[in-house]
């Protein structure tokens, strides 16, 4: 005895679902660009486009711009004795004074001198310009990047401790807008949607009309089957 109801349907669904399997197969393929699949394609292609629409360098600029002139004096602590002394070369190039003692680190300097060092790494970071922060600090850029967003979290710290608040908000800024981006966008290339207006189109089109697909695949090869929902009879009182 058949399982299939209707055939017609069924043979649509089969069709669907094994059309939809083969480019999948096709997808996962190695083909789209240094050894990439699709999907790796696609989200490299929108970490570019992301990163294309996260440069705040500027903004990060002019806040650090109006801390000019204000001093700071901070001791903050690193996890190890090595940390503590790659975040003392960082600040030392910044400008300020610079006392280290095993994971203890004084920092006594011009706030947006400070905040500007860092801006500036982070926009060569941005760039993909690891090896001119290399050549400043003597250690890898990335991991110059990194150490510049944790030692900053301890002077925020430091600085909501003793109710400096405006100081801290200002330096949250830098963090968010020039730092974070910096290290996380690392290697990414850069790319605007306004010059990748045709790929966004096609891969935003193509993945909801794959995704329909999938759906119609299985709709029509269960009603091949006879399954269908349907709402429940009212019992008649």
Known sequence: MSVVRNKKTFIIGIGLLLSFVLVYVGM??????????????????????????????????????????????????????EDAEKWGKLYTTAGATVTVKDTSVTIDGDYGKILGAA????????????????????????????????????????????????????????????????????????????????????LLTFYLIYTMWYGFGLFYFFDGLGIVVAKPKKKEA
Do not use: C
Request: charged residues 25%; hydrophobic residues 30%.
């Open 28 to 81: 996962m393929s190695p083909n789209f660009g240094n050894g990439r699949n699709g999907l790796e394609y696609a989200d490299d292609m929108f970490n570019s486009l992301s990163k294309g629409s996260a440069y705040f360098i500027d903004e990060a600029k002019q806040v650090a711009d109006s801390q000019q002139g204000k001093n700071i004096n901070f001791t903050i602590k690193a996890l190890n004795p």
């Open 119 to 202: 801006v500036a790494d982070s926009d060569l970071m941005y760039h993909n310009d690891s090896k001119s922060v290399e050549s400043k600090y003597g250690y890898d850029g990335r991991e110059a990047t990194y150490n510049w967003n944790s030692s900053l979290k301890k002077i925020e710290a430091s600085m909501k401790a003793k109710s400096q608040f405006q100081e801290a908000s200002q330096l949250t800024k830098v963090q968010q807008k020039a730092v974070e981006p910096a290290y996380n966008y690392y290697g990414v290339e850069i790319k605007k949607v306004s010059e990748n207006k045709a790929s966004v189109i096609f």
